[in-house]
């Protein structure tokens, strides 16, 4: 895959083999063992990792080899390289990854393919993945659009998001040959940009969504469970930036507004549903208020 490119090395090393990655077929790959091929400076490099590096927008995990703590993982010229002290050149390692977090950024990934689906559903054909970025809080897709997204169509959004979702639709994970799937699903395949490579990783929902892509993916749209849109911005002319949350992530954004309503509500006085029509009274007599105080100004 990388003969003939000029590849930057961060950590400058000796010609090593590409790692075999463990993490593309099963994101619930989190235990493995391996042979430590080079360490220095508290970089490791093992002959086969299910430690996902931080590419494609997805951050990289963390967890644990021979007990000691990984707290970085990136990658150079195919080569997978772990931060973690304490680890010598031919080391048999057992390494272990921290489940809650693999679980939540592979949870968000899939969403963030869902999403995309969602918004080309919603607002035309012309809708691509213009970059991307999961983190285990909350994420962002910013997708290709002419115009800033109304509140009415953020709501369109995420209602269909959550349809793929409630549908169960299968998630696959397959590698082609770059010609043959570009000849089968066209050159929509390239959300995220270009791919190196002459295999691609495809990442298949139900037929309905085909995107290439090397991160780690749930088995299922429905084990998203939920999506919620948080926020909506035009960060330039043609590109829209979606972020939002998913599974537990967003059952918490849900729970903490759900807390804040109460808390509204004890202070306004009201039942918790009567809150918004609360707020708009007090709105229109706060802009009643400010505009007599102008009047009388004027006079003055």
Known sequence: EFKGM??????????????????FDDYLKLDFSAKVLFSRGGHVVLDRTAFYPTSG??????????????????????????KVKGLKTGDRVKGRIDKKRRKQLALHHTATHIINLAARRVL??????????????????????YDSLSEKEVELIEKEANKIVKQKLSVVSKFMIRDQAEKKYGMGLYQGGAVPGRKLRIIDIAGVDVEACGGTHLKNTGDVKEIKIIKSVKVQDGVVRLVFVAGDAA?????????????LAKE????????????????????????????????L
């Open 6 to 23: 000029t590849c930057k090395q961060q950590v400058p090393m000796p010609e090593l083999p590409e790692t075999e990655a463990l993490y």
């Open 57 to 82: 927008g997805q951050l990289h995990d963390i967890g644990e080899l021979n007990g000691k703590r990984v707290v970085d993982v990136f990658k150079q010229c195919g080569i997978i390289v772990h």
């Open 124 to 145: 035309g054909k012309h809708v691509n993945q213009a970059g991307a970025f999961k983190d285990v809080d909350k994420a962002r897709l910013d997708i290709t659009h």
């Open 251 to 263: 059952v918490r954004v849900e729970e903490e507004a759900g807390e804040v309503v109460v808390s």
């Open 268 to 299: 306004l006085g009201c039942k918790s549903y009567e809150v918004p029509g609360r707020a708009r009274e007090l709105f229109v007599l706060w802009k009643k208020v400010v505009k007599k105080k102008k009047d009388l100004l004027v006079q």
